[in-house]
């Protein structure tokens, strides 16, 4: 008892050492990361922002964004992100979701998935040039499968035409990226405590609700890890289109992040490409934001 | 005992660690400050037969000067614009860049990354409009040509117009005819091969018609910027390229490299190509190859590599004899002799050519043809990929709309 009150009032006499010293070593641990990120993240972002008001060394004010959105080619940009949105993302967590659930009960699943999830592993620019060959009138996988079925006469090169050239490189895509969803979708099914299903089972659920009221609403997590990974990447998509249609035929399959590559090093416009960089750094800030505030929240 | 181990196993590792940094760090200590190589490194475009062929040409000059010179051939785009970033960023890793733009030269002239080289070269000794091309409005001269390349027309196989009664045509029509004929014959998928790759094949194709339908003056006003791609002239030559087209007689652009295999396989009848054709290894035999210019055209595209020295150099005077050997009459003699190519210098012997070289030779030098700077290099820029891109979109989709939106898009990047 002696020997607690005495640690006791040592407490009470280093007590405002002791809170200090709490505070200040955190941030002396934090000091090496925080020098990283203000050299390699803020301040490029800050001149990004700051080179997007310039046009040859004079401040022009919003003169790059305003030039930007009276261009078609960057208009076409936006709405070509705009269709990886729309198109890329549902059926990339479908699938993934899918997948996840049906192999989850076959038997040698695990190495099927391994099999789905190479295509993660892929170097985008080796895919786009997969893509060039798999689209190829002569060469390509789906012309010859066309062939095999009777439908010879519509075989073409898919990335060359204006009509299927985005479509192309976004159904491409959605292969390679539906292992990531799949993968994660399979962990989030692993954490679903296994006496949900058996209470459903006795209170005489059927397996489609089970799925609907319990293994959807218990992947909440893993789906807004997927959306937000997959917006980001749509949203800065660039190697793909590069290496498979340099964004073309006519502007066809252009991307925001293609446009900013062009302008900043075939025009050598370091203005107008900060301007596409900062709209880009917006708009994946902004998704992340929200993303990252519902996942908090759930 | 247990922990005495757990802390002998500790301490061995933080040692294994500490002299694996060390290691590493001595490694790549040494790395940075070892000595390198003397001598010089140039960058151009060449790979394959054509690099082999400029090897040589470095060959002889380190015999005759002692001085090493590296080679690195990198791809359009890198070198489009891997040097500038590097030269923007105040360095250079290349003491000689080659490369056959002269609207991208005078930018980075114009950004004072280059090195001089009026007194280094006599101007005379090279056809005005090479030298122009180059030339800044102070009349400085910021590169000196080395190689050129003719485009000189429809290359063919002798033996494939012989089998199936081909002719020469000598006028639009009969080249219109010459087409709706190799349309009909068996094996032809199409009558004229389409190259792509970055573009450039389809827009020297398109060139030839802007020049053989407009004229060179059109061309020529085309890169000053005088004419609009909307207007009258340039939409007319547009729409009979368009016509043909829509016509099926062009196939569907495919890699430059690998169409040459299929037009000496007889799947096209012609194929529109620079002089360097004579080189590659899918002709199989080239005294079967021959050309035809664009029928009653009045000019040329003509393609030159320049040498230019960037300013950050630290080999400079080096640098400079290297320029100098190239833009010579000996070094380009060595070249045009290894075929493919034409010299620049004017004191290349014509004895140097082979015979379809000397073909090319001789049709460029009429007096009723005028060499024009190949349009998108010399505009050069964000134009350039535009041009690439819109004409493939032409060549796909071959329709009035398609056309309108083409010239359109055109104008936009020019104006």
């Known amino acids: ?298 | 005992m247990k922990k005495n181990a757990g802390v002998t196993r500790t301490m061995w590792m933080a040692i294994a660690v500490i002299v694996i940094v060390v290691i590493g760090a001595v490694i790549a200590v040494w790395y940075v400050a070892r000595p390198q190589p003397a001598g010089l490194t140039v960058y151009s475009l060449w790979s394959g037969d054509e690099e082999a062929n400029f090897m040589k040409v470095l060959e002889n000059f380190t015999e005759q000067t002692g001085i090493n010179v590296t080679h690195i051939g990198f791809s359009t785009q890198e070198l489009l614009i891997g040097v500038p970033t590097q030269l923007k960023a105040g360095a250079s890793l290349a003491d000689l860049v080659i490369a056959p733009w002269p609207a991208w030269i005078l930018d980075l002239a114009e950004d004072e990354h280059l090195v001089e080289v009026t007194d280094l070269i006599t101007a005379t000794k090279y056809p005005t409009g090479y030298i122009n091309s180059v030339k800044d409005t102070a009349g400085k001269i910021w590169a000196a040509p080395f190689k050129a390349s003719g485009k000189p027309g429809f290359w063919y196989k002798k033996s494939f117009f012989q089998d199936n009664n081909l002719e020469v045509p000598g006028t639009y029509q009969e080249f219109k005819d010459l087409l709706a004929d190799i349309m009909q014959i068996d094996g032809i998928e199409e009558p004229i091969a389409s190259g792509d790759t970055v573009g450039w094949p389809l827009s020297d194709t398109t060139e030839a018609f802007i020049m053989g339908l407009g004229g060179y003056q059109l061309q020529e006003d085309l890169i000053a910027g005088t004419v609009n791609w909307t207007s009258t002239e340039v939409r007319d030559v547009f729409e009979d390229l368009r016509q043909l087209l829509a016509a099926g007689y062009f196939s569907e652009p495919a890699e430059w490299q690998s169409q040459v295999a299929k037009f000496w396989d007889e799947k096209y009848g012609i194929y529109f190509m620079g002089s360097w054709i004579t080189t590659m290894s899918q002709i199989g035999d080239v005294s079967d190859l021959d050309f035809f210019p664009f029928p009653e055209t009045d000019g040329v595209a003509g393609s030159v590599d320049y040498c230019i020295i960037p300013k950050y150099t630290e080999n400079l005077d080096q640098a400079k004899e290297l320029l100098q050997y190239l833009a010579g009459a000996e070094a380009q003699e060595t070249m045009v002799k290894l075929g493919g190519f034409l010299g620049t210098n004017v004191d290349v012997p014509d004895t140097a050519y082979g015979t379809l070289d000397k073909k090319v030779l001789d049709f460029i030098s009429q007096t009723t043809v005028h060499i024009v700077p190949d349009l998108d290099d010399a505009v050069g820029g964000r134009f350039q990929t535009t041009f690439w891109d819109q004409l493939k979109l032409l060549w796909v989709s071959p329709t009035t709309g398609t056309l309108n939106s083409v010239l359109e898009a055109l104008q936009e990047e020019a104006g």
């Open chain 1, 1 to 298: 008892m002696r020997h607690c009150k005495k640690k006791q009032d040592k407490t009470i006499a280093y007590g405002g050492a002791e809170t200090k010293g709490r505070t200040i070593t955190p941030l002396v641990f934090l000091i090496p990361a925080f020098l990283l990120v203000t050299i390699f993240v803020l301040y490029p972002v800050v001149s990004t922002v700051s080179l997007s008001l310039f046009q040859d060394s004079k401040f022009v004010g919003f003169n790059n964004y305003l030039e930007l959105f009276g261009r078609r080619s960057f208009s076409q940009a936006l709405i070509h992100n705009g269709l990886w949105i729309l198109i890329h993302l549902p059926l990339s967590v479908f699938f993934g979701l899918l997948l996840a659930v049906l192999l989850r009960q076959v038997k040698g699943g695990a190495i099927i998935k391994s099999i789905i999830f190479l295509g993660m592993v892929i170097p985008l620019v080796v895919g786009g040039i997969l893509f060039r060959f798999i689209y190829d009138t002569d060469a390509g996988v789906v012309n010859a499968l066309l062939r095999f079925i009777g439908l010879g006469s519509i075989a073409r090169s898919w990335t060359f035409y204006p009509d299927t050239a985005l479509i192309s490189l976004i159904i491409g895509t959605i292969w390679i990226w539906t292992g990531f969803s799949m993968i994660v979708y399979s962990a989030g099914l692993e954490g679903i405590p296994i006496e949900l299903y058996e209470a459903a089972k006795i209170d005489g659920a059927s397996r489609w609700k089970t799925f609907w009221r319990i293994t959807v609403p218990m992947l909440r997590p893993a789906t807004i890890v997927v959306v937000t990974m997959t917006l980001l990447w749509v949203l800065k998509v660039f190697d793909v289109v590069y290496v498979a249609t340099f964004g073309g035929p006519g502007g066809a399959s252009t991307v925001m992040a293609f446009e900013m590559y062009l302008d900043a090093f075939q025009a050598f416009n370091f203005g107008r490409a900060s301007a596409i960089a900062t709209i880009l750094t917006l708009m994946t800030f902004g998704f992340a934001a929200y993303m990252v505030n519902r996942m908090a929240k759930s």
